[in-house]
């Protein structure tokens, strides 16, 4: 196993030891070191959990302030993160499964810049669980013409919910 900053790169460890994590009761979330993933292909499929179709998930908006939805290029999203992009977190990657097996998902969030602001873990287990490379996202309102602007300007394709319509 190798090391880059604080995150593990795989090397010729089990994936399947990350992707069947189960929670250490001795340790606390911020004491597991982020796994560095090269690609998507690279993260191992999930055999814990059992998910619904995606069709039936229910996807929720933040509690606080007035969203918009959007369905958006997810690798492209990610990259706002550069290298990072695919660094998890193995305690906040099983919530993540968790919560996509009990059928209610958070939507990840967006901001003005059209960087993603909350939900890496969530777009990522999206992408992988059901082989997509749309995925949903949620941006304040009142930032929607600014997150279009940035969209457009930085390449990230967005399209209105569940259609192939670009919303620029």
């Given amino acids: 196993m190798s090391y880059s900053g604080n995150a593990v790169n795989f090397g010729p460890i089990d994936k399947n030891d990350f992707e069947n994590f189960q929670i250490h009761p001795d340790l606390k979330e911020s004491e597991y070191v982020p796994v ?12 814990k959990y059992s998910y619904p179709e995606f069709n039936s998930l229910t996807f929720t908006l933040p509690a606080i ?11 492209q999203l990610l990259s706002s993160l550069g290298i990072d ?6 305690v906040k990657w099983d919530k993540v499964k ?22 890496r873990h969530r777009t990522v287990a999206l992408m992988k669980i059901y082989n997509l490379a749309i995925t949903p996202c949620a941006v304040p309102t009142q930032d929607v013409k600014d997150f279009l602007i940035n969209a457009e300007a930085s390449g990230l394709k967005v399209y209105l919910p569940n259609s192939s319509i670009m919303a620029y």
């Fill in 36 to 47: 560095k993933f090269p690609d998507l292909a690279a993260i191992p499929k999930c055999q």
């Fill in 65 to 75: 302030g007035e969203w918009s939805t959007y369905d958006v290029d997810g690798l």
């Fill in 85 to 90: 992009q695919l660094t998890l977190n193995p």
């Fill in 98 to 119: 968790r919560e996509i097996a009990s059928g209610t998902v958070r939507y990840p969030t967006s901001n003005r810049n059209a960087v993603i602001e909350d939900g």
